[in-house]
């Protein structure tokens, strides 16, 4: 099993990739060396003691000496590091938790909704993938993804086909697939697997998100609602799971 | 001045730090074990254990506030037998003393915690948490009481085979007479203190974003709140005073040295380092010229 570590990182590159979409690479080969696609580092903001918990983001892809992130500013976490420039080093912490089960030699389907399509590369860099179905509100929210075959979807038209994702799924593109990722905003997902029929959800896994406080699996802070009553961490326990593990009326209810 | 030692013996045990890694913020330490973070801890504090499996709160249980924590976990963990079966035995091997946090519904509960645990020759002893609501008796803290508080000390000191801190609520009651209400029943320290109410309310909804409403609140920011309750336990009582609290660098845990803790605390930043111990260990020996 591959080990995380904190460690103090150079940031190579800093850029904004879409409107208030920041792709920052890392030099870590530690980190790199280790990290299995849907892992995710926690960085530290700010160098002080606010705030008072770290930032959890998927590595979006592996790089040369190290990995790169992708990542939306939301709020005065992602403010601060959308301020990182080349040189500076930042405390990142990883790679933490349980990424996509990418064991056996398979052929995967990837829908992502929005900025859960941030890490879709390092998957697609991985594994066979007969396709990558992407939505976003519009074209200047659509996820870079480098594949063979991507399908784009819009809810304003304003690239690739107008909709949702659910609308490019169909039952050719599932039967293609032994292994289908998905990652979104929780109700994106939610759509998406009462969309896929019951034939084909087995092969469905998904990619959640949690409030985190440690993101190591001490404070029982990011748990998430299972099927059949409980919660499982987030932080290490997923944040990938199979699909029928959601409890998706729960995790709803929280608001998140 | 005179520059405080920083090792520490008390309780039969000798601790390398008087840094504590607080309950709830350190899982039962295997965690940061793996991750190479206990270098410096004086000892662990495990999260809390009832009696029966807790599966906690719904979510969010965290929130982050522009200087603090809010959190409301619920005491998730799996219960006292499953903890002695299967936890135990795996932190067997830890480099500094673990401690266990005990919490319960109702007086006997307690009792019944660390009857249950006691079979295990692992931890050094409790800490008993007494800012759960006592449900079988009204749902109130049981430690804005001190004659409860001195109840339930009494119920623990009657089984307890080893030494046992109480760790005391900011939240209601008197925090002096609870402390000394702890030693009469038979404590052997008291850790001052767990969290303050907090609440965050959306005003979009006019609802809390916890769903249990009110959550407890942790933040660097209550540093001085924690000093003063710690300078007012510690000349109240003679047993050892644990601070909780407040934490984030060695020249605070000097300070909570200096207001009489015995030894001190750290939990929410650990959420920022999980090395923290061996961090605050280093500033503290650079800020007193210990080497
Ligand atoms: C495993 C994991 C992987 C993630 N990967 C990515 C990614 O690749 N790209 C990306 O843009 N975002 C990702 N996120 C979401 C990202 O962590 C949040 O957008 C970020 O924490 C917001 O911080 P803030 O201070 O800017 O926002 P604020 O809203 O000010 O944050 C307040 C608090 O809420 C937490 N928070 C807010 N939104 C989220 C959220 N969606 N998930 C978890 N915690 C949240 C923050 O960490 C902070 O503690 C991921 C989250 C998780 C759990
Ligand atoms: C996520 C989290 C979980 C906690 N769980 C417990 C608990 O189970 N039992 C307990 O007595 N205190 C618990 N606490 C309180 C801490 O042990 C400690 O008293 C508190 O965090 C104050 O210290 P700080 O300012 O260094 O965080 C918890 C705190 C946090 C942040
Ligand atoms: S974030 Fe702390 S246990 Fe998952």
Not at chain 1, 35 to 58: D, H, I, K, M, N
Not at chain 1, 206 to 232: A, L, N, Q
Not at chain 2, 95 to 114: H, K, M, R, T
Not at chain 2, 260 to 270: C, D, F, K, P, S
Request: aromatic share 6%; with cysteine; proline share 6%.
């Amino acid at each position: 099993m591959q080990t995380a570590g904190d460690y103090v990182c150079t940031v190579l590159s800093s850029r904004q990739v879409l409107p208030g979409v920041f792709s920052v690479e890392f030099e870590s080969p530690e980190i790199s060396s280790v990290a299995l696609p849907g892992q995710f580092v926690q960085v530290e903001p700010s160098p002080g003691v606010f705030p008072v918990t770290r930032r959890p983001v998927t590595i979006n892809r592996l790089t040369e000496s190290g990995f790169e992130l992708l990542f939306d500013v939301v709020g005065r976490g992602t403010q601060l590091m959308a301020r990182f420039l080349p040189g500076d080093m930042v405390r990142v912490m990883g790679p933490l938790g349980k990424g996509w089960d990418v064991d056996q030699d398979k052929t995967w389907l990837l829908i992502g909704g929005g900025l859960g399509a941030a890490g879709f590369q390092f998957l697609v860099d991985s594994v066979r993938s007969s396709g990558v179905i992407i939505g976003a509100s519009g074209a200047d929210r659509v996820i870079p993804v480098q594949a063979q075959t991507v399908h784009i979807v819009t809810e304003d038209g304003s690239r690739g086909s107008r909709g949702l994702v659910t609308a490019l799924i169909s039952e050719e593109l599932l039967a293609r697939a032994d292994s289908i990722a998905v990652c979104g905003p929780v109700a994106m997902m939610e759509a998406v697997w009462n969309t896929i029929p019951e034939a084909h959800r087995s092969k469905v896994q998904v990619s959640t998100e949690s409030r985190m406080g440690c993101g190591w699996g001490v404070c029982d802070g990011c748990s998430i609602p299972v099927s059949g009553g409980g919660y499982r961490k987030c932080c290490v326990e997923g944040p990938v799971f199979p699909g029928d593990t959601i409890d998706w009326k729960r995790w709803k209810e929280a608001g998140l | 001045m005179s520059s405080p030692s920083l090792t520490r013996k008390f309780w039969g045990t000798e601790f390398v730090s008087p840094v504590m890694l607080a309950s709830g913020t350190s899982g039962f330490g295997e965690e940061l074990f793996k991750l190479g973070c206990l270098t410096g801890a004086g000892a662990v504090v495990s999260k809390a254990v009832t009696m029966k499996p807790r599966s906690g709160n719904p979510p969010p249980r965290l929130l982050e506030t522009p200087f603090g924590l809010l959190n409301s976990i619920g005491l998730a963990n799996p219960g006292a037998r499953y903890v002695l079966e299967n936890i135990l035995p795996a932190v067997s091997n830890l480099p500094c003393p673990l401690v266990i946090n005990v919490a319960g519904e109702s007086v006997q509960e307690f009792a019944d915690v660390v009857s249950v645990l006691k079979e295990s020759g692992v931890h050094i002893g409790y800490e008993i948490n007494v800012s759960c609501p006592n449900v079988a008796e009204g749902g109130a803290a049981f430690g804005v009481d001190p004659e409860v508080v001195f109840r339930v000390s009494e119920a623990v000191s009657q089984v307890a085979d080893r030494p046992f801190s109480v760790k005391l609520t900011p939240n209601g009651g008197d925090m002096v007479q609870a402390a000394v209400a702890a030693q009469q029943g038979g404590a052997s320290a008291v850790t001052v203190c767990n969290t303050f109410l907090g609440m965050m309310i959306d005003w979009k909804t006019g609802k809390s974003v916890i769903k249990r409403k009110v959550a407890g609140y942790t933040s660097p920011a209550l540093l001085p709140l924690v000093v003063a309750r710690v300078w007012q336990v510690s000349n109240a009582v003679s047993v050892p005073v644990i601070s909780s609290g407040g934490v984030s660098c060695g020249q605070d845990v000097l300070q909570l040295l200096a207001a009489g803790a015995e030894m001190v605390q750290v939990g929410t930043r650990l959420m920022r380092r999980p090395c923290a111990a061996g961090e605050l260990l280093d500033e503290m020996k650079k800020l007193t010229g210990e080497q």
